[in-house]
């Protein structure tokens, strides 16, 4: 075959490379674009983000079609190979040096699909922090805690937690209330004050199953757990329907069995302190006779 011949026949197959490249990166960015701005939507953040995703794509294309073209240039394999070989070298550096914000990412796409929480539910942290999902995108997850401050967590640390989701499913939570009585109290009149004070209340939930209601459970637990040096300790569920709900109900029974208790007469525990005098012989004698002297 002549060499011009030869030389057109490489260079049409070398455009054609080209154009396929060129086709293949207009595909695979509209394809990541349209993948992107779904995704963006749900996960509340803005398609521009993931840019660099599309960019890289491109990247990868052309270098491909880069290494093929240069394998088929007489005396250029060598260079193929050397640069298919560098953009290995180079992706593995990469992926080293960016492995925590590929770990937020992986992290962020498991969040999205497995959903632990949504935007606007309340969460806690064993670490201590709670409040409200304000963002989840695939990096970082955003909660607004109780004093309106803004806790910027990476996506990692949300996935190696544990979460306490007090919106996930059922929202009802119970109230471990404790109180301490006297000695000297009628513990079962105590109770029962305590169990009407709570079924009446408007936020109280009933969380007892079919087969606990008959087995003759208790609507209100109410049990003794202490005894201590002044005092009877009862402890208190009560179940409350909502978790927003929750810490007002249990302000509501305690100011609630206060007056219930002052009414019945129910004495609520306080520290009584008894002092003994043990009299020595010589000074009761000398009280009695009034001549002990106090210096």
Known sequence: MPPALMDMKQMLLIAGILI???????????????????SSRRMNVHPSNYRIFKNGASV?????????????LP????????????????????????????????SGVFIY????????????LNNGKSGVV???????????????????????????????NSDLKSTRVCNFITLS???ETDIDKAMKEIEKIVVVHEDFADNRTQAMKEEGISIVPVRVTSLENFS??????????????????????????KNSFDRAGIRMASPVRKILFEEKEGV????????????
């Open 20 to 38: 396929l490249a060129i086709i293949l990166s207009h595909f695979a960015r509209r394809a990541i674009g349209r993948y992107w701005l779904h």
């Open 60 to 72: 990868i294309i052309f270098t491909l079609a880069l290494v093929v073209v240069l394998h088929l």
């Open 75 to 106: 005396g250029l394999e060598k260079v193929g190979t050397t640069l298919l070989a560098s953009a290995g070298i180079i992706s593995v550096i990469i992926g080293l040096a960016a492995q925590q914000t590929f770990g937020n990412l992986i």
């Open 113 to 124: 699909i497995y959903k632990p929480f949504k935007v606007g539910e309340y969460v806690e």
């Open 134 to 164: 304000e963002d989840i995108n695939l990096r970082f997850t955003i909660i607004r805690n109780e004093q309106n401050r803004r806790m910027i967590i990476p996506n990692t640390l949300v996935s190696n937690v544990v979460i306490i």
């Open 181 to 183: 009585v006297d000695y």
């Open 232 to 257: 009877v300790t009862l402890s208190v569920e009560a179940w409350c329907r909502a978790d927003e709900a929750s810490y007002p109900m249990k302000c509501d029974i305690l100011l609630a069995v």
């Open 284 to 295: 009761a004698d000398s009280v009695k006779a009034g001549t002990l002297k106090v210096k």
